[in-house]
């Protein structure tokens, strides 16, 4: 701030200063009182001056603060962002809200399982270069990752091929609807994995992937397990070793389920009773039943559309597109059809 502001008040006291060297005072006495007051102006006026130095010095230094913390604000967010890779959505969410602790807690809940694998991962990958593999793996877990946050699951883990999933924490829409929506979820993957199974026998990989899900539905340990300088927010229990068991049981593009998975979704499928299976840590005989059929119309569709081959690749969310945006794809695709001279 410029001292301008003060130009009015520098000609007051020039002109104060000016009558007292002229002695066109007579009076002594009120000479005397006009001089006083013209010093007490004096000070009084270079005190606002040091106040308004002051003022603008600390107004720079709370511009400098604020910028500052803006800056590291930015930083703190993309470290977030970048953070928020490596952990499910949901629990992600519910750390930074402040829903949950960091800490070794755990609890026990009633959760539907998903464990999935790629059959015969190793004899499919041995004559793959390992920049294929990592280029199949990614593309692989980047779909089912998307199919997976689309029903709501809370992704565990992968485990070199394997997938480890649930749905009932930390949100839950109650017992019987999670089970039906990891039904969904897995019924929408095994559908995908057909297309993807096209793409990469296209692309020239003469054994695509074949994946087996595995289904369950009981109580599990979920929770931050490890130390308190490490820990992964996981689920333990036989429940989900029954999942992992009923997974490697299951037909090559098939779903096997329990029967507590299947009492909660039986109205939704079809399904076939397979030979009861003993698992390590539960006592009980399971029995598996494998979905034949899927009878939810919920399943029927999506409104996501891929396709990718050599010199075309295409992804299209219709349930991301505003009006807007819908208008200008519906062009650019007319225009590709166009120039394909298959446009109308």
């Known amino acids: 701030m410029g001292f301008d502001l003060f130009e009015k008040e520098v ?3 020039e002109r104060g200063k000016a009558i007292l060297e002229s002695g066109t005072i007579a009076d002594e006495g009120a000479a005397k009182e006009f001089k006083k007051l013209h010093k007490a102006y004096a000070k009084l006026f ?28 930015n930083m703190l967010e993309q470290l977030s962002q970048k953070l928020a890779k490596y952990l499910s959505p949901q629990v992600y969410e519910s750390i930074f809200s402040g829903a949950q602790d960091v800490s070794l ?23 793959l270069q390992p920049e ?35 749905f009932g924490d930390p949100k839950s829409r ?41 289904i369950n539905t009981g109580y599990c340990n979920v929770g931050n397990f490890g130390s308190e ?17 009923l997974e490697s049981s299951c037909d090559p593009g098939g779903i096997l389920m329990s029967y507590e998975t299947y009492a909660l979704v039986k109205d939704l499928v079809e399904t076939e009773e ?32 891929r396709q990718s081959c050599d010199g075309f690749n295409f992804f299209l969310n219709q349930e991301k597109l505003s009006g807007q945006d819908r208008e200008k794809v519906r062009l650019e695709l007319m225009n590709a059809l166009d120039s394909l001279g298959g446009g109308s």
């Open 46 to 73: 270079k005190t606002t001056k040091r106040l308004v130095k002051m003022s603008d010095r600390n107004e720079e230094k709370l511009n400098k603060l604020a910028y500052s913390l803006d800056e590291k604000g």
């Open 11 to 13: 000609r007051i006291f």
């Open 274 to 305: 397979r030979e009861p299976i003993r698992v390590k840590g539960i006592r009980r005989e399971v029995k598996p039943f494998s979905v034949l059929n899927v009878n939810d119309d919920s399943c029927a569709g999506e409104k996501v559309f």
């Open 105 to 127: 807690t755990t609890k026990r809940k009633k959760l539907t399982v998903f464990f999935s694998d790629i059959k015969d991962f190793t004899q499919t990958t041995e004559d």
């Open 132 to 166: 294929d593999l990592t280029s199949l793996l990614n593309m692989y877990f980047t779909e089912m990752s998307f199919i997976a946050l689309k029903h709501g699951a809370t992704i565990d883990k992968f485990i070199g091929d394997a997938m480890l999933m649930f």
């Open 229 to 245: 300088d490490r820990m992964d927010y996981t689920i333990i229990g036989g429940e989900v070793n029954l999942a992992a068991r």
């Open 174 to 214: 109650g017992v019987e609807e999670d089970a039906r929506c990891c039904l969904r979820m897995a019924v929408e993957m095994q559908r995908r994995m057909e297309n993807l199974k096209k793409i990469w026998l296209e692309q020239g990989y003469e054994k695509p992937f074949q994946m087996r899900i595995g």
